[in-house]
């Protein structure tokens, strides 16, 4: 079965400075992976997704992943981190079956941005 | 603005009083899905829902039971629940592709 590991629970980053958020996943085929972020109160936004091709993909608000098949990670970058960044990031492996997708999320890792 | 829509945001119930939670998707999409999101535990798949048709239970006690009339409309309803039940229940829907579209979730909490 799959799974998602997200190591760091929380992280403090000053605004300005870069971001990475790592996730590594367990899964047996080439896997669907996604990133999402969740605000406070708020339900869950898709940020970027991996399905196949190119290893680097880019997302809304300036996010991008790196896809490593040989270290079963898909972390998470941001060049350069601004206050409105602080929420939860969930990466989650993807299973699509025939119309649908089984989502496996990760626990989550808490961004704090400090002035 | 969502394309999925979730109603109510906020449900206090006592453990004995039957309610249900909405969830409608503007997206066109064929497939709907609930998730249970508890504190300090991962996104928990409650249910799928494939062109109306359910493909998915994740061994959900029977107090929780779903209804999808059409591909836009989903429902959650729930009776006699217990206070670990109490968490943010989300909606999701997605399109052939698969990347979920989540609504902004209904926190319940049970008395």
């Known amino acids: 079965a799959q799974s998602v590991t997200q190591p760091d629970i929380h992280i403090t980053v000053s605004e300005g400075a870069s971001l990475e958020l790592r996730c590594n996943y367990s899964?047996?085929?080439?896997?669907?992976l996604f990133w999402y972020v969740q605000s406070p109160g708020q339900g869950l936004q898709l940020l970027l997704k991996?399905?196949?091709?190119?290893?680097l993909v880019q997302g809304i608000k300036g996010f991008e992943a790196e896809f490593k098949r040989s270290q079963s990670s898909f972390n998470l970058r941001k060049p350069s981190v601004h206050w409105s960044d602080a929420a939860e990031y969930f990466c989650?492996?993807?299973?699509?079956?025939?119309?649908?997708?089984?989502?496996?999320f990760g626990t989550g890792t808490r961004l704090l941005v400090s002035p | 603005e969502t394309g999925v829509t979730q109603t109510p945001r906020h449900l206090v119930m006592g453990m004995t009083n039957k309610k249900s939670l909405k969830c409608e998707q503007h997206?066109?999409?064929?497939?709907m899905y609930w998730y249970k999101q508890s504190a300090k535990k991962p996104l928990e798949l409650m249910f799928v829902?494939?062109?109306?048709?359910?493909?998915e239970n994740n061994s959900v006690p029977s107090r929780f039971s779903p209804e999808c009339p059409n591909s836009s409309h989903l429902f959650l309803h729930l009776h006699t629940l217990q206070p670990e039940d109490s968490a943010l229940y989300l909606c999701?829907?997605?399109?052939?592709?698969?990347?979920?579209?989540f609504g902004e979730g209904s926190r319940l909490t049970v008395l």
């Open positions: 991996y399905f196949s091709g190119d290893t």
């Open positions: 899964y047996g085929a080439t896997p669907y």
């Open positions: 989650a492996v993807g299973v699509m079956n025939t119309g649908f997708q089984k989502l496996v």
């Open positions: 829902y494939n062109f109306k048709e359910q493909t």
């Open positions: 997206l066109g999409h064929n497939a």
């Open positions: 999701a829907s997605s399109p052939y592709t698969g990347e979920l579209f």
